[in-house]
Nanobody
Framework: QVQLVESGGGLVHAGGSLNVSCVAS????????MGWYRQAPGKQRERVAT???????NYADSVKGRFTVSRDNAKNAVNLFMDSLKPEDTAVYYC???????????????WGQGTQVTVSS
């Protein structure tokens, strides 16, 4: 089994910063990508930022220049630093990983339980 456990998030005023982190554990052979998605009330889940092996980081246009995603491959972890936060960044943030549990298994997607980020105006 594979688990993604998130930490961080919380409440911040507009213009402030927050950090969310995620660690993958369990039966992991290799990780192809890790990153973050978010879902605001009444809206679909959307990609925020991901890091893909041999490709690098990519960001949603709405967060470019404000958010920074990073990975610690040794710890199977991904971090999202969010700066200059806006009320529209308010959402549940979900960690995502595409990984193989063994050299013989196909890559599949895994999700964390989500962590709330609230930005007050």
């Amino acid at each position: 089994q594979v688990q993604l456990v998130e930490s961080g998030g919380g409440l911040v005023h507009a213009g402030g910063s927050l950090n969310v982190s995620c660690v993958a554990s369990g039966r992991i052979f290799s990780i192809t990508s890790m990153g973050w998605y978010r879902q605001a009330p009444g809206k679909q889940r959307e990609r925020v930022a991901t890091i893909i092996n041999d490709v690098g980081a990519n960001y949603a246009d709405s967060v470019k220049g404000r958010f920074t995603v990073s990975r610690d491959n040794a710890k199977n972890a991904v971090n999202l630093f969010m700066d200059s936060l806006k009320p529209e960044d308010t959402a549940v943030y979900y960690c995502n990983a595409a990984l193989q549990s063994s050299p013989f298994s196909a890559p599949r997607q895994y999700w964390g339980q989500g962590t709330q980020v609230t930005v007050s105006s």
